[in-house]
């Protein structure tokens, strides 16, 4: 199958398309950073796992989506800001029968792609895998976990068993869900909890396990994300979630969160389609979110003082 994956020079991307290139999938990088592609081509891409072993993996990396023509597969791994940038430019690479599978962080990205692309080619899913970028071409597998995919309407289509069975080929444990929006957001109330408090704190993730005080405000994150989701008719199980959040933060020792990177390089973060989609989706039912909403504060406060000071620098 011929994949392209955008955001292809990032931890995510990287991991990817690095792991479904070695198992024999033609695979392209597709990123906007020439530094990565140019280093991942020169290179290879080199990808550290948890034991401290390094895999430097042969794939394909390219700037210019004109230069690749049409793939089957696109998985969408840019950050939510520059979705529609990034589908947009990805125009070249679209066939009569391409698909694009979002794995993306947040809620609201699987319309930002319709809008462009038309929702028929969309699917959606999420992973439990966590990479941190050490450079370019250089990539940390810092925690393993299942991914889910599935289509927007539940069905289980052919592009999705071949999708699954590629990811499943490359050693990428992943199901296709039929209740793929109740998963997502299972991934959302984790990232919701963690994500914001984690770059707030400057905390890895097993640290916000180790006081009462992170421990209280994930616990009010959460209450809020299961009762907007109650208010919309996606089941979320509160004690389940509770545990299962838990329990992941106790295995990733030493793991460091998205957004906290984010914070940490100065970038833009994601917190409109994560803390920021349960404080509008709670508007749109009449469900408090008073927790949710001092997050989006907080951190849209950090981040607009560290991007003032680069555009003075």
Request: some cysteine; charged content about 20%; aromatic content about 4%.
């Given at each position: ?77 840019v950050k939510c800001y520059n979705t529609e940038a990034a589908i947009t430019a990805a ?41 941190t970028l050490l450079g370019p071409g250089r990539v940390k597998h810092s925690g393993n ?169």
């Amino acid at each position: 199958m011929k994949i392209a994956i955008l955001g292809g020079g990032g931890a995510m991307g990287g991991l990817f398309g690095g792991y479904l290139a070695r198992s024999g999938e033609d695979v392209v990088l597709v990123d906007v950073s020439q530094a990565s592609v140019d280093a991942i081509n020169r290179n290879g891409l080199a990808i550290e796992e948890k034991d401290g072993s390094t895999a430097t993996l042969r794939v394909k990396a390219s700037s210019q989506p004109s230069d690749i023509g049409p793939v089957d597969l696109i998985v969408n791994f840019v950050k939510c800001y520059n979705t529609e940038a990034a589908i947009t430019a990805a125009g070249p690479m679209l066939g009569a029968s391409t698909a694009i599978l979002t794995l993306q962080n947040g809620w609201g990205n699987a319309d930002r792609i319709a809008a462009v692309a038309g929702r028929s080619r969309v699917m959606v899913g999420l992973t439990y895998h966590s990479g941190t970028l050490l450079g370019p071409g250089r990539v940390k597998h810092s925690g393993n976990g299942i991914t889910h995919v599935g289509e927007l309407d539940g069905s289980q289509s052919g592009r999705l068993k071949t999708a699954v069975a590629a990811f499943h080929k490359a050693g990428i444990e992943t199901t296709a869900s039929s209740r793929i929006i109740d998963e997502i957001w299972k991934k959302l109330a984790l990232n919701v909890c963690t994500l914001p408090t984690a770059a707030l704190l400057h905390f890895t993730a097993d640290e916000l396990i180790q006081h009462e005080g992170s421990l209280a405000l994930m616990e009010g994150l959460l209450a809020e994300v299961v009762a907007v989701a109650k208010a919309q008719g996606i089941n979320l199980d509160r004690s389940e979630r509770w545990q299962a959040i838990t329990s992941l933060l106790k295995q990733a020792i030493g793991a460091r969160a998205s957004m906290l990177q984010d914070v940490e390089a100065n970038r833009q973060t994601e917190i409109d389609v994560v803390n920021g989609a349960i404080v509008e989706a709670g508007k749109r039912n009449s469900v408090p979110t008073p927790f949710n909403d001092a997050m989006v504060w907080m951190v849209k406060s950090l981040q607009a003082k560290y991007l003032a000071a680069a555009k003075q620098r």
